[in-house]
């Protein structure tokens, strides 16, 4: 009987050592290999591939010749020499216009009023002149009656000729102080004037008298 053969086991040592080696070896050659390749197709791509446009220069065109419009022509004027004095004219005698006597305005001056006339007697005058004894009236007149006065009343009558008659309705120290305050003249008039007075510790009142 033919002798049993020995079963050998599998060179796995041998086997994992080829494998890594070849690994190895494949790095180093495969990236030069696939640079080489890579910068080949570079140098092989031109301008117009990589996408850069060629700038077209427009044709020149010739400038035209402009030409100046001609000079224009001044004609020559002729030497005529000084120029004569114009001859002075006569002024001419010009009319007025004239205005008709319809249409002519009638200007009359205006009316102003002024100070009553030496026939009218003159009451305003005569108020502001016992106007102007009021203060004393009321301080002294009126307070030398046995009581003093609220109200003070007199009547004065004026002659043409200015002269002055007082009258008054009160006691007879007060009459005397009265008639020696009022008793000046007035400015002369033609009928001469009559009026009443009354004359409140804060007013006064003057009432023309009718004859």
């Known amino acids: 009987m033919p002798a049993p053969v020995a079963e050998q086991p599998f060179p796995w040592v041998r086997t ?12 180093f050659v495969w990236p030069k290999s696939r640079s080489a390749d890579t ?24 400038p035209r010749d402009v030409k100046a419009p001609p000079a ?4 020559p004027v002729a030497d005529s020499g000084p120029a004569e004095p114009a001859e002075p004219t006569e002024p001419t005698d010009v009319a007025p216009p004239v205005v008709p006597a319809d249409t002519v305005p009638d200007v009359t001056p205006p009316i102003r009023p002024g100070k009553p006339s030496a026939e009218e007697f003159n009451f305003r005058s005569a108020r502001s002149l016992i106007a102007e004894q009021h203060d004393y009236l009321r301080q002294t007149c009126m307070k030398k009656g046995r009581e003093p006065l609220r109200v003070l009343k007199f009547r004065i009558t004026v002659k043409p000729s200015g002269r ?9 120290a007060v009459r005397t102080c009265v008639r020696t305050v009022l008793g000046f003249g007035y400015p002369p008039s033609t009928s001469g004037a009559s009026f009443d007075y009354t ?5 006064s009142r003057l009432d023309r008298r009718t004859r």
């Open 16 to 27: 994992t050592v080829v494998l890594v080696g070849l690994i190895v070896l494949a790095m």
């Open 164 to 172: 002055s008659q007082i009258f008054v309705d009160a006691d007879p």
């Open 39 to 62: 910068s080949t197709k570079i140098a092989k791509v031109g301008p117009r591939d990589q996408g850069t446009a060629t700038p077209v220069r427009s044709p020149k065109i010739p």
């Open 72 to 75: 224009p022509v001044v004609a």
């Open 199 to 203: 004359l409140w510790l804060a007013d």
